[in-house]
């Protein structure tokens, strides 16, 4: 069903509503006569006969035809009533702004599961509840109890914090900020912010789709929707809670690591989301992409009549990777033919201090024509003699023409208001630093790049799923959740790993005998189920070169570790031949997120990945250029490439293994957690090795 009916509805009752000021089933009456609200309001309430000149209704049944919105604004424990009425007269799109439901406990809970059940049964959509409400200013809908209609704009935001959204609401109206629309969507038990990003990507007047969530109902479905719509229309979203204080620690190396944000920064990369770090810059990068068109090239030009806010600029765009703008011959013989000797004809153009407007649009002008400059930052400091208002106009003017995105930073407060009234107006967006403008202008080219990256190709390989299923299936079917060593290696060989010689051995003597066979050094692992990082309780023995090195430190392990782990079941040991190789240990690594699925990681190997933490996270399944950039991401890519006279290692070979890991963890839903650590990988040309594994299931 679509959701066009809740921000152009012709029709609205509001159930609920009140005659005495402060009550919320007053305010959204008022709110809705007040924004001029073209259609039928009707306003409900078994006790009253008319509310603020309006005729009152006892209940829906009364009013004698289907209202197309209905607004719910009764106790909880008579919202459900509400929805069966809803249901007999046929009204299929709802808002409960009601509050007292799941986030009060197991009782108002069980009330939301009972609505939920009626609005299905119903094929009612309803948004809510504990919710705010819902603005459209193209439509002169204010159906909330937030504040005044704001103006008509290309911004629409979901919000999860009804509270957050009142003071966005009031901030824009202050600021002149404009909307398309505005949703709280509350406990969001049924519309959700998979439901708005859809309905927004194809509403005509939403340029850009912006919102704060504290969670994601469906992750795989948003990252599927999401992607398809920032092709279209770039997302913004705050989403909070970064630490990781309120996630359970997982028990591998990959899932401790892999904080319940790591999910959300790696689904938001997949999805070309682009995430903010609070309300003002995500109203900076909105005004930004809702009203300037995108830039072509990251050729950036800076105009200013103050030196050190130019100063300013040229830094920040250096910082950020856009380039600095080198103007034509012939741009800088027109602006030397007007503007003023001691003025800077070079980026950035320095019109001087005494510059009037008209010298601010002569060089506007001849700067934007230059076919090597892809946007402009412009710059204006209060002088006595500085025309803020007229600059404005004429920014505003000459932008319209150029299809450049520009964007203007008047620093100071009182003499660049009339100015800054201007640009707002004119969709010409404002920012408080040069620093700001430029980070947005930088924001702005990452999506056009993201936009344009080639379609995703998953390479899938040649492997042996069969022996795969039968040692998964076999554990699941035994209630063995974590695989031994030993067979998660057989796993990751059937899957194109190679993995050192060894044997499992029971006694100091068949410790013995593996070694001779093997040749020496060897390496000794204790073998049991209980115990996942070895090292960490003496379990590892490596460079053993005797028989009796060998039975020593059998005989060791079996002494020393049952005092450390009493309730650890210890099978025996794992006899490895000792991997011979001048190459680098790195860690290839899969944590199944519960709501975004298999997020793959990468980082330096060995016992210090948890104490360095030099690790990227993305979610599975990757390309081979998602495999590279998990590298990239990490302080240890230097070091794989090779430092300080060192050969680089195998950079071809690490991103294959992570897309085999990938194609593993994905194809078996069963694996909830896996690291190969170390895998040491050499040179070009030879063979890395996965010398450790470790795999842990869970049943579906």
């Known amino acids: 069903m679509s959701l066009q009916t809740f921000f152009n509805p012709k029709s609205v009752a509001i159930v609920g509503a009140s005659r005495q000021k402060g009550k919320v089933g007053y305010e959204i009456l008022v709110n809705l006569i007040a924004g001029g609200f073209p259609g039928k309001i009707y306003p409900v309430n078994p006790k009253a006969d008319e509310i603020e000149g309006l005729k009152v209704y006892p209940d829906l049944p009364s009013i004698g035809e289907t209202p197309d919105l209905v607004i719910v604004i009764v106790p909880a424990q008579f919202v459900a009533a509400v929805l069966e009425e809803c249901a007999k007269v046929h009204v299929k799109s709802v808002i409960i702004i009601t509050a007292g439901f799941k986030e009060v406990g197991a009782e108002g809970k069980k009330l939301?599961?009972?609505?939920?059940?009626?609005?299905?049964?119903?094929?009612?959509?309803f948004v809510g509840p504990n919710c705010l409400g819902l603005i459209s200013p193209s439509h002169k809908l204010n159906a909330s109890f937030g504040g005044d209609l704001p103006i008509p704009g290309?911004?629409?935001?979901?919000?999860?914090?009804?509270?957050?959204?009142?003071?966005?609401?009031?901030?824009?109206?202050?600021?002149?900020?404009?909307?398309?629309?505005?949703?709280?969507?509350?406990?969001?038990?049924?519309?959700?912010?998979?439901?708005?990003?859809?309905?927004?990507?194809?509403?005509?007047?939403?340029?850009?789709?912006?919102?704060?969530?504290?969670?994601?109902?469906?992750?795989?479905?948003?990252?599927?929707?999401?992607?398809?719509?920032?092709?279209?229309?770039?997302i913004l979203l705050m989403k909070s809670g970064r630490t990781a204080a309120g996630a359970k620690a997982a028990s591998s190396h990959t899932g401790s690591l892999a904080g319940g944000d790591v999910a959300y920064e790696s689904a938001f990369t997949r999805a070309g989301?682009?995430?903010?770090?609070?309300?003002?810059?995500?109203?900076?990068?909105?005004?930004?992409?809702?009203?300037?068109?995108?830039?072509?090239?990251r050729n950036v030009v800076v105009i200013t009549n103050a030196g050190g806010p130019g100063i300013m600029a040229a830094d920040a765009i250096e910082q950020c990777g856009l380039t600095f703008a080198k103007l034509s011959e012939e741009t800088k013989a027109k602006l030397a033919e007007k503007l003023p000797a001691a003025a800077n004809v070079h980026n950035p153009v320095d019109v001087l201090g005494d510059a009037l407007a008209d010298r601010y649009e002569f060089a506007f002008d001849v700067v934007l024509d230059d076919p090597g400059v892809d946007a402009a930052v412009v710059l204006l400091t209060p002088q006595a003699m500085t025309q803020s208002k007229e600059t404005a106009e004429s920014l505003v003017k000459i932008s319209k023409k150029k299809g450049k995105p520009v964007l203007a930073c008047f620093l100071g407060a009182s003499k660049v208001e009339p100015g800054i009234q201007v640009l707002r107006k004119g969709g010409v967006p404002q920012y408080d630093s040069p620093e700001s403008a430029v980070e947005t202008l930088n924001v702005m080219c990452e999506y056009v790049r993201w936009r344009a990256r080639p379609k995703r190709v998953v390479r899938l390989f040649s492997v042996n799923r069969r022996k795969v299923e039968s040692i998964v299936e076999r554990h699941l079917r035994q209630g063995i959740l974590d695989i031994g060593e030993?067979?998660?290696?057989?796993?990751?060989?059937?899957?194109?790993?190679?993995?050192?010689?060894?044997?499992?051995?029971?006694?100091?003597?068949?410790?013995?005998?593996?070694?001779?066979?093997?040749?020496?050094?060897?390496?000794?692992?204790i073998w049991s189920p209980d115990i996942l990082h070895k090292s960490d309780v003496g379990g590892v023995k490596v460079g053993l070169k005797s028989e009796q090195e060998v039975k020593d430190a059998f005989d060791l392990?079996?002494?020393?570790?049952?005092?450390?782990?009493?309730?650890?079941?210890?099978?025996?040991?794992?006899?490895?031949?000792?991997?011979?190789?001048?190459?680098?240990?790195?860690?290839?690594?899969?944590?199944?997120?519960?709501?975004?699925?298999?997020?793959?990681?990468?980082g330096m190997g060995g016992v210090l990945v948890e104490v360095l933490k030099d690790v990227a996270f993305y979610l599975a399944p990757l390309t081979a250029e998602e495999a590279k950039q998990m590298l990239v991401a990490t302080k240890t890519y230097k070091i794989l490439q090779g430092v300080r006279g060192q050969e680089g290692v195998d950079i071809e070979t690490i991103a294959e293994g992570l897309q085999r890991v990938s194609q593993l963890v994905t194809e078996f839903p069963e694996i909830k957690e896996m690291d190969i650590n170390p895998y040491v990988v050499g040179r070009?040309?030879?063979?890395?090795?996965?010398?450790?594994?470790?795999?842990?299931?869970?049943?579906?």
Not at 276 to 296: G, R, T, V, Y
Not at 570 to 597: A, N
Not at 684 to 700: C, F, H, M, W, Y
């Open 154 to 234: 290309g911004i629409a935001y979901i919000s999860q914090s009804g509270a957050l959204l009142a003071a966005i609401l009031d901030t824009a109206n202050a600021n002149g900020i404009g909307f398309s629309s505005l949703v709280s969507i509350g406990n969001k038990a049924d519309v959700d912010e998979l439901d708005l990003v859809e309905a927004f990507g194809s509403q005509r007047e939403t340029k850009v789709i912006a919102g704060y969530l504290e969670n994601i109902k469906d992750g795989n479905a948003f990252v599927r929707e999401a992607e398809l719509i920032s092709q279209k229309k770039p």
């Open 684 to 700: 070009p040309g030879t063979t890395a090795i996965a010398v450790d594994a470790r795999i842990s299931l869970e049943k579906k």
């Open 112 to 125: 939301e599961e009972e609505i939920v059940r009626i609005a299905k049964r119903s094929g009612i959509r």
């Open 273 to 297: 989301v682009i995430r903010c770090e609070s309300i003002k810059q995500q109203f900076d990068f909105a005004q930004a992409f809702a009203n300037q068109p995108l830039p072509k090239g």
């Open 486 to 525: 030993a067979e998660a290696k057989d796993i990751i060989e059937a899957y194109g790993f190679a993995t050192p010689r060894g044997s499992i051995a029971t006694t100091a003597d068949q410790a013995a005998g593996i070694a001779q066979q093997l040749g020496y050094p060897v390496v000794l692992k």
């Open 557 to 602: 392990m079996m002494y020393r570790i049952p005092k450390k782990k009493p309730d650890a079941k210890i099978l025996g040991v794992l006899v490895q031949e000792m991997v011979r190789t001048s190459g680098k240990e790195v860690i290839l690594g899969m944590h199944r997120d519960p709501q975004f699925g298999p997020l793959m990681m990468f």
